[in-house]
């Protein structure tokens, strides 16, 4: 497996950074990377499913935790 | 000619659904290269009003827009070096007035009192502007400084209006490096008549 996995806390923050810290954080990544968000802004979850739509990266998963929101973002 | 003659011997049916398909396939290639673009012009330079441009012009720029800000009046304020934005309840009677901090009693329910009362109060405006940064640091909300640091790391063009330097005898070394440019009206619409989107803040 080539693709590598990387993480970012974007726990405490709220719109528009969590996707700002997104955008970020995956311009540093190889195509095909895995991008790991953990998010506690309930606004994420349509933001960044809208993030992905715009700049083309794919949303792998998008799950609830108990006290958090996780997210898997393959860089296209 | 032969090409003539052969065009006009295809059956029309076929030559419209031919047509049709070319210009769904050049359709979808021209939207697939174009960059959306925003242009906003702000023009309020108040704690509360600085948000609404720095917020929309940063998260379109991660989204892969071309974003331009045009500065003009009172959102000028918004390019100075030294931000001192505050906010105030006058004439604003929509903005909540809650505690941040204290005693359970109070923490987070609005203050008793009406609002046009409180504005009477000397120092109010400080105090209100001090509850409004702290509710939002507490909440996990950029600082405009933050916030307007992001938009010039993500190439979000920040256009400054020349006229109001010129009206309020402000000096330009009283505003940011960044600055792309000090213009008119004229330079700036044509600007946002190519825009996709175009706000007035």
């Known amino acids: 497996m080539s693709e590598n996995t990387h993480t970012l806390d974007a726990r405490g923050l709220n719109c528009p950074l969590p996707i700002l810290k997104t955008k970020k954080a995956i311009a540093t990544l190889s195509s095909g990377d895995i991008l790991e968000v953990t998010a506690t802004d309930p606004g994420s979850v349509k933001d960044l499913d809208s993030f992905c739509s715009q700049t083309g990266h794919v949303m792998v998963s998008s799950e609830q935790l108990e006290d958090a929101f996780f997210f898997r973002i393959r860089k296209a | 000619?032969?090409?003539?003659?052969?065009?006009?011997?295809?059956?029309?049916?076929?030559?419209?659904?031919?047509?049709?398909?070319?210009?769904?396939?050049?359709?979808?290639?021209?939207?697939?290269?174009?960059?959306?673009?925003?242009?906003?012009?702000?023009?309020?330079?108040?704690?509360?009003?600085?948000?609404?441009?720095?917020?929309?012009?940063?998260?379109?720029?991660a989204l892969g827009w071309d974003v331009s800000i045009f500065f003009t009046f009172y959102g000028l304020n918004l390019l100075k070096q030294n931000l001192d934005l505050?906010?105030?309840?006058?004439?604003?009677?929509?903005?909540?007035?809650?505690?941040?901090?204290?005693?359970?009693?109070?923490?987070?329910?609005?203050?008793?009192?009406?609002?046009?009362?409180?504005t009477l109060i000397p120092g109010f405006?400080?105090?209100?502007?001090?509850?409004?940064?702290?509710?939002?640091?507490?909440?996990?909300i950029a600082s405009i400084e933050q916030l307007r640091e992001l938009c010039v790391e993500a190439d979000v063009k920040l256009v400054a209006c020349q006229m109001t330097v010129d009206l309020f005898d402000y000096g330009k070394e009283d505003f940011?490096?960044?600055?792309?440019?000090?213009?008119?009206?004229?330079?700036?619409?044509?600007r946002a008549m190519k825009a996709d989107v175009n706000l007035f803040i």
């Open chain 2, 125 to 140: 405006e400080s105090m209100a502007t001090g509850l409004m940064k702290k509710t939002m640091d507490n909440k996990g």
């Open chain 2, 176 to 190: 940011i490096p960044e600055i792309e440019e000090w213009v008119g009206a004229a330079s700036f619409l044509p």
């Open chain 2, 86 to 118: 505050k906010v105030t309840p006058l004439g604003n009677p929509a903005m909540p007035m809650k505690l941040p901090e204290g005693p359970n009693w109070i923490k987070g329910k609005p203050l008793p009192m009406p609002t046009s009362v409180m």
């Open chain 2, 1 to 61: 000619m032969s090409n003539t003659a052969s065009l006009i011997d295809i059956p029309t049916k076929d030559l419209d659904s031919w047509f049709d398909r070319r210009f769904a396939e050049k359709m979808a290639e021209r939207e697939a290269a174009h960059i959306p673009s925003m242009t906003i012009i702000a023009t309020k330079g108040t704690l509360d009003m600085a948000y609404p441009p720095f917020i929309l012009a940063s998260t379109a720029a």
